[in-house]
């Protein structure tokens, strides 16, 4: 009889992305880790973005992923399932940076990535040796000759029509606020393109072509941090006519001949993280690469190629004073980005951002629900909190109105079908957070 596998994704409550239905994306994570499970076991996924979870459900072993701002709803189901005599098992960016705080709720925790331990921890659980700790001695595991995820798992699920792939994890340049470079390395994994063109052809549904009901996102924090295996990548995805999404670096304006490809391989959008417009903010977090002053001409380049540009930014930087709210407005629709993303400076543990502000006592809210890029959850240094946050709302305002949606995608020759939803979405989403947001007094949880 098939051992039966329960894997989790909790819902983070109080995050912008937590939820609404326009963010109801599939998570990858849980997929990989179900590819990697022996056929021997039953595997089901619970993703309360999209479902509910009845803890009453029977499981021989149960698995939980946890980012910060859901690390909390985390634990209560690692508990209430430990209550019934059900052994669970942790992973996750949180849990892998703080595995002896996750260790009082669960039985053992996988820090790092799952890739060459899992396989360690279901025969240490069916020969009922379940170490607390399992880790990766030395390098970060190889990314090459991975079973494929199976999306079926998925299937009557209501997420968006979205297949997330990925090709690339790691990446070198360790900004201040970010904790990818500490999770994943220090340097570019590139899967072979062979193997990424076999998880092409084998999602579901395919039929030898794609539509705007059914995008690829290549989740890569860079799509282009090799050149070589980019031009390769994109090259043999164009006879799919995929309509894709994709992260690249501003670097890539620079590149004619990958945006060539680009547009040819069917992109719709790249994600650029431009942070913020202060050349000081970039020079602190270690993005020296970013200039802020060809920002506009990276949009426009990108424009001209009939990509559109999903810019991010963060408030509450050290040199953010009260008038860069204002200023990024104004930047926003000058520019014509198809779309932004705005949030808050989080200090996630096993940041530099992190350890930085432990060490100068500007840590006012311990609540790791709170960790969700929409409060403000330390000292800024040029504004109060309050303002922070006020004006973090503001600008959510400014850029999702109406007017400015339409001047900003008005003329950009980019994919109107799939950005004015999108922008529309993110509206809906950005009054329901400012309506149901909490008053709450900053510092209110520093001693907890």
């Known amino acids: 009889m098939k051992k039966r596998l329960l894997l989790i994704s909790p819902l983070a409550k109080r995050s912008l992305l937590g939820g609404d239905f326009y963010f109801r994306l599939p998570g990858l994570g849980l997929l990989k880790v179900a590819a990697l499970t022996p056929p021997d076991w039953d595997v089901r996924i619970i993703d309360e973005k999209v479902e509910p979870l009845d803890l009453s459900l029977e499981a021989d072993l149960v698995g939980i992923t946890a980012m910060t701002p859901a690390v909390n709803r985390a634990y209560e189901i690692a508990d209430a399932f430990r209550e019934r005599g059900i052994r669970v098992v942790m992973g996750g960016m949180h849990v892998s940076k703080l595995p002896d705080e996750a260790l009082q709720h669960c039985d053992s925790v996988i820090i ?39 999306w079926t798992l998925y299937r009557d699920k209501r997420y968006l029509p979205v297949h997330f792939i990925e090709t690339t994890r790691g990446c070198p340049h360790n900004c201040d606020f970010c904790s990818v470079t500490n999770s994943f390395g220090g340097r570019f994994r590139n899967r072979p393109v062979d193997e990424v063109i076999r998880e092409i052809e084998s999602l579901e549904p395919f039929e030898g072509r794609f539509t705007l009901k059914n995008v690829v996102f290549f989740v890569d924090d860079n799509i282009i941090s090799n050149r070589r295996h980019a031009r390769e990548l994109l090259q043999r995805i164009t006879p799919y006519n995929l309509k894709w999404l994709g992260q690249a ?56 190629y009939g990509i559109g ?23 926003i629709i000058k520019a014509k980005l198809d779309v932004c993303y705005f949030s808050i400076l989080t200090p996630y543990p096993g940041t530099r951002l992190h350890a ?30 309050e303002r922070l946050l006020d004006g973090f709302h503001q600008v959510l305002k400014d850029c999702f109105s109406y007017r400015s949606i339409f001047k900003r995608l008005w003329g950009n020759g980019t994919y109107k079908n799939f950005f004015y939803p999108m922008n529309f979405g993110f509206r809906q989403t950005m009054k329901k957070t400012i309506k149901y947001k909490q008053n709450f007094s900053y510092g209110q949880s520093i001693n907890t």
Request: net charge negative; charged share 30%; hydrophobic share 35%.
């Open 356 to 385: 930085r502000m432990e060490e100068e006592g500007r840590i006012i809210d311990r609540d790791w629900s709170n960790y969700n890029t929409n409060n403000v959850v330390f000292m800024p240094k040029c504004m109060k909190p």
């Open 112 to 150: 790092g990535e799952a890739e060459g331990l899992w396989l360690r921890v279901l025969e240490d659980f069916c020969e009922d040796r379940l170490e607390k700790i399992y880790r990766h001695d030395g390098d970060f595991p190889c990314i090459e000759g991975l079973p494929l995820p199976d």
């Open 309 to 331: 540009v999903d810019g991010s930014f963060v408030f509450g930087f050290d040199h953010d004073d009260e008038g860069v709210f204002d200023r990024t407005a104004e930047f």
């Open 249 to 304: 670096s501003v670097n890539i304006a620079r590149d004619d001949e990958l945006l060539v490809l680009c547009r040819k391989s069917g992109c719709m959008g790249l994600l650029i993280g431009f942070e913020t417009l202060s050349s000081a903010n970039l020079d602190s977090m270690g993005k020296k690469f970013n200039k802020p002053q060809q920002y506009i001409d990276v949009v426009r380049k990108l424009h001209d």
